[in-house]
């Protein structure tokens, strides 16, 4: 994209105060765009950061706005947040509000504005390629490019495609939560940071002398600034009389055995060691969370490893659908390390015929599978964890990903 073309282009920039964000402003005013800055208002804390992004917008000269998202925040991140954690799932919210809110609600501002793009201080890295699919040959993988009959003369064009890729700093990539976006999100997105590391944008802040040069890191959920989970579902899960999830029950052992006593489901998570209130030789861990029984169940160290999970809510970047089996490098928490798996479609006509389920055997039981995936994986996996995310890599690129609905938990085998 040329300077000239540039110029006359607008991008809406989600400005939070932070560093990243605002270098994310600098760059784009430097590329020659017509920036404009947004700070979304999701919770009462952000207020103060949107203090900082205005007095960086003026520095910058560029427009500012603040645009108030607390009740959709509410409705779509609070909501399902307190409603996974009732159910004995552990959400990752920075993915729902990434999907509903930054990708979502500033996009519809965006196009409001008349802007062409809109840009995140995200480390990661989008890219436009021709079309490709995936499919899996025995134990190999191959690629071939999807051809479309061109208008002219029979001609064939290779489909165009946005890739989502890893930032180039291993240590601040985030493509895992944006697994979520759709080509007409990406094709529309800038995300300039992507092809730096996070000291060269301290570095420019300095340079540039923001204010912001030295601030430091947002929480990681931005809504709990106590780190108290406990606490903030307390508050927010309404009831009469005690919270859903908060009801004592049974702890029992692989065996089902009962062992001692939870305080509530919602105050546990798949492979928690502290805080589970069990004296034992050796230390336990949170192995399965039973909702249905309000159970909790506990084991040593090598009970939670698990070689397969199923995920839903679906949603491929580099390919339309998944149609036959893929090798891939899955990722089952943000700061987890990719390990080699296989993804197994599970359509209407994928249904694999397996053993009822109970709270000790972990095998999956039959069901409606459609729009899910089997995950298997080549190495067993510590604490597979209900309702956080499974992201699937081609190396630097994302394919795609979902959201585990449960793990196949086994011992680990020497």
């Known amino acids: 994209m040329g300077s000239n073309e540039m110029s006359s282009k607008t991008v809406v920039t989600a400005m939070s105060g932070g560093v990243d964000s605002s270098v ?3 760059l784009l005013k430097d590329r ?16 103060d950061w949107g203090d900082y992004a205005k007095k960086i917008a003026n520095k910058l000269g560029i427009p500012h706005y603040v ?50 793009y809109i840009a995140t201080g995200h480390y990661a890295r989008i890219q436009k390629a021709k079309g490709k699919g995936h499919t899996l040959s025995g134990t190999g993988r191959e690629k071939s490019a999807r051809r479309s009959l061109g208008a002219g003369g029979g001609r064939e064009e290779a489909k165009i495609r946005y890739l989502l890729k890893k930032g180039i700093d291993t240590k601040k990539d985030q493509s895992y939560v944006l697994y979520t976006m759709t080509q007409e999100q990406l094709q529309h997105t800038l995300m300039p940071l992507g092809d730096l590391t996070k000291d060269r944008v301290k570095q420019i802040a300095k340079e540039k002398d923001l204010s912001v040069a030295n601030r430091p890191e947002s929480q990681e959920i931005c809504f709990i600034p106590d780190n108290n989970y406990g606490d903030f579902l307390r508050k927010y899960i309404p009831a009469e009389g005690l919270p859903e999830g908060t009801e004592p029950g049974p702890i029992v052992n692989k065996e089902g055995k009962v062992i001692g006593e939870h305080q509530g ?17 050796e230390p336990l861990y949170v192995i399965t969370i039973d ?20 995920a839903d809510n679906l949603n491929f ?17 943000y700061l987890h390390q990719p390990s080699a798996a296989t993804v197994i479609p599970l359509g209407k006509d994928r249904v694999h015929p397996v053993k009822s389920s109970d709270i000790t055997s972990g095998e999956f039981a039959i069901g409606e599978l459609f729009n899910r995936v089997k995950v298997k994986f080549e190495q067993p996996q510590w604490a597979i964890t209900p309702g956080q995310a499974v992201v699937f890599y081609d190396k630097e690129e994302v394919i795609g990903g979902g959201t585990i609905e449960r793990g196949k938990y086994e011992r680990m085998q020497d």
């Open 24 to 26: 994310t402003a600098v």
């Open 32 to 47: 020659g765009f017509k920036v404009i800055g947004i700070t979304m208002q999701i919770w009462e804390r952000s207020r």
């Open 67 to 116: 645009l108030d998202l607390r009740d959709i925040f509410k409705e779509k991140v609070i909501a399902n947040f307190c409603e996974e954690y009732k159910q004995g799932r552990t959400p990752n919210p920075c993915i729902r509000c990434n999907k509903y809110i930054k990708f979502d609600s500033l996009v519809k501002k965006a196009k409001e504005l008349g802007a062409d």
């Open 265 to 281: 489901i919602i105050f546990y998570t798949i492979g928690q060691r502290k805080r589970i209130g069990v004296a034992n030789k």
């Open 291 to 310: 909702k249905e029984n309000n159970t909790i169940v506990v084991g040593k160290k090598e009970e939670g490893y698990a070689d397969e999970l199923l």
């Open 317 to 333: 970047i580099d390919i339309e659908k998944l149609k036959t089996p893929i090798k891939v490098e899955a990722k089952i928490r």
